[in-house]
C-alpha cells in the first residue's frame, strides 16, 4: 500500500564488551535508511526508530549489511533481526521482514 510508513528494526543483541559490533545498515531499492546502534547495555532485545519513508506502491528491495568484518567478527548473534514497516497514517503494523543473520546469508559488499 502506498503511504508514508514509520521504520523500525528489532532485534536480540548480547551482552559484554566482546559483543559490541551488533551493528548494520539498512537501505530500501539501495536508499540508506538507518543503522542499528547496539548501546550494549546487556543481554537484550533491542527496538530502534529508523524514520519515515515514503514506499510508492509495489515490490521494493530491502537489504540489510553488516558493518564489520565478517572474519573477524561474525554475526555476533543477532537473531532474529526484524525491520517493521508501519503505515504512518494508523501506525499498524502490515509487513515484517525477517532475516537470518549468519554467514551463510553474508552479502561481503
Known amino acids: 500500500m502506498e503511504g508514508?510508513?514509520?521504520?523500525?528494526v528489532f532485534y536480540r543483541?548480547?551482552?559484554?564488551?566482546?559483543?559490541?559490533?551488533?551493528?548494520f545498515?539498512?537501505?530500501i531499492d539501495g536508499n540508506y535508511i538507518g543503522q542499528t546502534t547496539d548501546p550494549n547495555q546487556g543481554d537484550d532485545w533491542e527496538?530502534?526508530?529508523l524514520g519515515e519513508y515514503q514506499l510508492?506502491?509495489?515490490?521494493h528491495l530491502v537489504k540489510?549489511?553488516?558493518?564489520w568484518n565478517w572474519q573477524e567478527w561474525g554475526p555476533q548473534s543477532v537473531i532474529p533481526l526484524e525491520i517493521r514497516f508501519s503505515l504512518?497514517?494508523?501506525c499498524q503494523p502490515i509487513l515484517t521482514i525477517r532475516k537470518r543473520v549468519d554467514k551463510s546469508s553474508?552479502?561481503?559488499?
Not at 13 to 22: F, K, L, R, V
Not at 64 to 67: A, S
Not at 106 to 109: K, R
Request: charged share 40%; no cysteine.
Open 106 to 109: 553474508a552479502d561481503p559488499g
Open 4 to 8: 508514508k510508513y514509520e521504520i523500525s
Open 25 to 27: 545498515k539498512v537501505l
Open 47 to 49: 527496538e530502534e526508530y
Open 88 to 90: 504512518k497514517k494508523d
Open 13 to 23: 543483541a548480547d551482552s559484554g564488551t566482546s559483543q559490541i559490533h551488533e551493528e
Open 64 to 67: 540489510v549489511l553488516h558493518l
Open 56 to 59: 510508492e506502491e509495489g515490490e
